[in-house]
């Protein structure tokens, strides 16, 4: 792979465009925050219930997948720094405005049950641990949403700032769980033939199945590389920043997480783990070190607040993208005159994803996000082959030719029903996807009087 540099990306001063305000390290500080979180604290045990005992092989596979699409939005983002993100990619693409609706719609849907589900997490097992299960947790996640969308309409400054302090405390957790399997290790402690442990699922096709129901599902902690390319429009000069931050953010993610994996098989048999929405807390509990598990609980309640905060982040910058593209009515990119955030596009988003805390659980919502976004990733990583026949003035990231279609492939292989994958997963994302015509056809009636009066 290469990487081409260019000096775009000066700040724009035009009335109602965004304030760049994400620097490099911010940017990749972003990409890290946003894909640590919900998905490796409040799905494991889900995981290791599909799996067994051999927890670390989805999140090995899920990192390959991650790379693979990675890639291809690099590319694209150095081509197009724009700020609606794979809905851009497709209407230059295929030039088909109701395929872009439906794909954008799609993303925002998959942003909002992310953070719906990181809301649902937040008043599960990790508070519990503080409150003994004594607060609704609809409730606290609805409070949870409201609350962050008022972080997100002061500014995009103090919600990636805000972002900085989550993700070191998010990481800072997950090396806490390192350190405790280290401790282990060197204690002879735990099971080490959990580690080759597929028993979950049997042999044969259903253990196949259960593979990539479990990678399927443990891909959801892998999305959030593709938020990052909806803030372009507010990072310095994304087509240098983008390629080092995406790639950064993934390898350092992907490792921690195989190795988190390890250390939870090790410690904590599946099973446990699978009846836990706080499976974590399980293996420090398990892990023979005296850590107050209080605290841990904090520490995991401020990673799935930092999933929660960039989904919102991302889904409002997205509905702005396509306001601005004219696929959204204009109103949707309206910004705050001193703020200079998507005012517009924060309380729509907010108040769906409160829709969305009502209709699911963790699992449920988190593979609802992860099949949504296979299925935008297979589309994506067929655009960078379409759109290698459009040339850019300037010089930009560009992938090797296999990595899109092994990347088109896999997605689609995960999102098939060939994945160990409950049927209200494709009735959630199907009813959504309803929504989202339905909707279509209303915006197309509006724009059709507006040219008639």
């Keep these: 792979m290469s990487t081409a540099r260019t000096s775009t990306g000066t700040a724009n001063a035009e009335e109602g465009a965004l304030k760049r305000a994400i620097g490099p390290r911010l940017l990749i500080l972003f990409v890290v925050g946003d894909i640590l979180g919900t998905g490796i604290y409040a799905t494991t045990g889900k995981v290791a219930g599909k799996v067994g005992g051999a927890l670390w092989v989805p999140f090995a596979i899920g990192f390959v997948v991650a790379v693979l699409t990675a890639a291809s939005y690099v590319e694209l983002v150095g081509k197009y720094p724009k700020a609606a993100g794979a809905a851009l990619y497709t209407q230059k693409a295929f030039g088909l405005p109701f395929v872009t609706f439906i794909v954008a719609f799609m993303v925002m849907c998959s942003g909002?049950?992310?953070?719906?589900?990181?809301?649902?997490?937040?008043?599960?097992?990790?508070?519990?641990?503080?409150?003994?299960?004594?607060?609704?947790?609809?409730?606290?996640?609805?409070?949870?949403?409201?609350?962050?969308?008022?972080?997100?309409?002061?500014?995009?400054?103090?919600?990636?700032?805000?972002?900085?302090?989550?993700t070191l405390v998010e990481l800072t957790g997950l090396l806490i769980v390192l350190a405790i399997g280290a401790y282990a290790v060197f204690t002879g402690a735990g099971e080490p033939s959990r580690l080759t442990d597929f028993e979950a699922n049997g042999t044969g096709y259903a253990l196949f199945s259960g593979v990539l129901g479990a990678t399927a599902l443990g891909f959801f902690a892998f999305v959030g590389f593709e938020d990052s390319v909806n803030m372009a429009e507010e990072t310095q000069d994304p087509v240098r920043t983008f390629p080092r931050a995406v790639f950064i953010g993934v390898a350092v993610t992907?490792?921690?997480?195989?190795?988190?994996?390890?250390?939870?098989?090790?410690?904590?048999?599946?099973?446990?783990?699978?009846?836990?929405?706080?499976?974590?807390?399980?293996?420090?509990?398990?892990?023979?070190?005296d850590f107050p598990h209080k605290l841990f609980a904090v520490i995991a309640l401020f990673a799935v607040s930092n999933s929660a905060l960039i989904n919102i982040m991302m889904a409002s910058r997205l509905c702005y993208g396509m306001a601005n593209e004219r696929i959204l009515p204009r109103a949707m990119g309206r910004v705050l005159p001193r703020r200079r955030t998507p005012v517009v596009g924060i309380v729509f988003v907010s108040l769906l994803a409160v829709g969305l805390v009502c209709t699911g659980e963790i699992e449920g919502l988190g593979d609802t996000t992860a099949f949504l976004l296979l299925c935008v990733f297979a589309v994506v990583n067929v655009c960078v082959l379409v759109l290698r026949r459009d040339r850019v003035a300037h010089e930009h990231f560009r992938a090797p030719t296999a990595l899109p279609v092994l990347g088109a492939v896999t997605a689609l292989v995960l999102a098939s029903p060939l994945a160990d994958r409950p049927l209200d997963v494709y009735v959630r994302a199907g009813v959504l996807v309803v929504v989202g015509v339905v909707l279509w056809g209303v915006n197309r009636l509006v724009l059709r009087a507006r040219a008639e009066g």
């Design 254 to 289: 992907g490792t921690i997480y195989v190795l988190v994996a390890l250390v939870s098989s090790l410690l904590v048999d599946h099973r446990t783990l699978e009846g836990s929405s706080g499976p974590l807390l399980e293996v420090v509990k398990a892990g023979g070190i």
């Design 112 to 166: 909002l049950s992310s953070a719906s589900a990181a809301a649902r997490a937040f008043g599960g097992d990790y508070l519990g641990e503080l409150t003994g299960g004594a607060v609704p947790p609809t409730l606290v996640a609805i409070l949870f949403v409201l609350l962050l969308a008022a972080l997100n309409l002061r500014g995009v400054a103090e919600s990636v700032k805000a972002n900085v302090v989550l």
